[in-house]
């Protein structure tokens, strides 16, 4: 069966300190990853998805990265965070034979930026 | 611009009764929809979906309704108990397309409370 490991749980940094939050997925591949973030009062905003190695899309401009290094394998960056970065982040796959379906999600990670 | 409306932030239901979350889109492109379930600190849980060429689904005490030419689809939760108590978020997407337009567009969530 298919699983989906997201790291760490709950990260308070300060403002202008880096970040990296690791995702991973077993259990099948080639899978399309995302990355959605869910802030206070603005439900769930994607924020990148990729569909292969190397290969990532931006759906919002903002203070935030991701790569892809191996094909089970999703990591959000920031050089700098703002204060603004705070929210819950949400790892995500779905098969790869087809966009659109159902997404499965991983626990999260609650960021406080502070 | 939001593509995915749930107007409702909230919602308290008596046990035993039924919940009806609405959720309704603008764009016409889209042709599958979902409900997820999240419970505080977790990540979303997928509960239900259809696709445009429906316009009922039913899972058991779940049903998700779509009205296409309102843009508008509802999930039904029949009979509603506590445990049902969470953030219900419904999404949209587009099963034929790729590229960006292959991914999922959400909601801002309905917080359902189950009373016992």
């Known amino acids: 069966s298919q699983t989906i490991h997201q790291w760490p749980a709950t990260l308070v940094q300060p403002v202008g300190s880096p970040l990296s939050l690791e995702c991973t997925v077993e259990?099948?591949?080639?899978?399309?990853l995302y990355w959605y973030r869910q802030a206070a009062g603005r439900g769930l905003q994607l924020l990148f998805y990729?569909?292969?190695?190397?290969?990532i899309s931006s759906e919002v401009p903002q203070n935030l990265s991701a790569s892809r290094p191996q094909d089970r394998q999703f990591i959000l960056s920031s050089k700098k965070l703002l204060l603004s970065d705070s929210g819950f982040y949400l790892c995500?796959?779905?098969?790869?034979?087809?966009?659109?379906?159902?997404?499965?999600f991983g626990q999260g990670t609650r960021l406080t930026v502070v | 611009d939001q593509q995915v409306k749930q107007n409702s932030p909230s919602l308290s239901v008596q046990e035993g009764r039924i919940s009806i979350l609405n959720c309704d889109y603008t764009?016409?492109?889209?042709?599958?929809f979902l409900w997820y379930k999240k419970y505080p600190a977790e990540g979303p849980t997928f509960l239900i979906s259809?696709?445009?060429?429906?316009d009922k689904n039913e899972d058991g005490r779940f049903t998700v309704f779509l009205n296409k030419s309102a843009k508008h689809l509802s999930l039904h939760i029949v009979p509603s108990q506590p445990g049902d108590s969470a953030v219900y978020f419904c999404?949209?997407?587009?099963?034929?397309?790729?590229?960006?337009?292959?991914?999922?567009?959400f909601g801002k969530g309905t917080k359902l409370s189950v009373k016992p």
């Open positions: 995500a796959w779905s098969p790869g034979t087809a966009l659109g379906t159902e997404a499965f």
């Open positions: 999404a949209a997407g587009y099963m034929n397309y790729g590229g960006s337009q292959g991914n999922l567009i």
């Open positions: 990729s569909v292969g190695i190397g290969q």
């Open positions: 764009n016409s492109m889209f042709d599958y």
């Open positions: 259809i696709s445009s060429i429906k």
């Open positions: 259990g099948t591949s080639n899978p399309n």
